[in-house]
């Protein structure tokens, strides 16, 4: 399986983004899916993973009430919304399948990442 994340972008003050992560063929369909994001100088830090076993959101306190997981089970997309971006927001940001128990900020229980996109809040 291969993961596809595109849609990030420059945006200013009070902008907003959808990212979306493509998921090549059905092996893991069922397995959740999460993004992480890394800026530069920085570890990778969780933002968010959807459980649709039992259609749960789980999001980091960074970006808890801004940005919403959804999917589109026809297209086997992943989005994430990004509402509210601030400057602390900018990274590339990572799709990729949670394939073990254990905490959903553990990125050591994740494969198949994709190859990220970039999202750019300017000051």
């Known amino acids: 399986v291969q993961l596809q994340a595109s849609g990030g972008g420059v945006v200013q003050a009070g902008g907003s983004l959808r990212l979306s992560c493509a998921a090549s063929?059905?092996?893991?369909?069922?397995?959740?899916k999460g993004w992480f994001r890394q800026a530069p100088g920085k570890a990778r830090e969780f933002v968010a993973l959807?459980?649709?076993?039992?259609?749960?959101?789980y999001y980091g306190d960074s970006v808890k009430g801004r940005f919403t997981l959804s999917r589109d089970n026809a297209k086997n997309t992943l989005y994430l919304q990004l509402d509210s971006l601030k400057p602390e927001d900018t990274a590339v940001y990572y799709c990729?399948?949670?394939?073990?128990?254990?905490?959903?900020?553990?990125?050591?229980?994740?494969?198949?990442w994709g190859q990220g996109t970039l999202v750019t809040r300017l000051q």
């Open positions: 063929g059905r092996a893991y369909s069922s397995f959740a």
């Open positions: 959807y459980d649709w076993r039992g259609d749960r959101r």
């Open positions: 990729a399948i949670k394939i073990a128990g254990g905490s959903v900020s553990d990125d050591s229980l994740y494969r198949f």
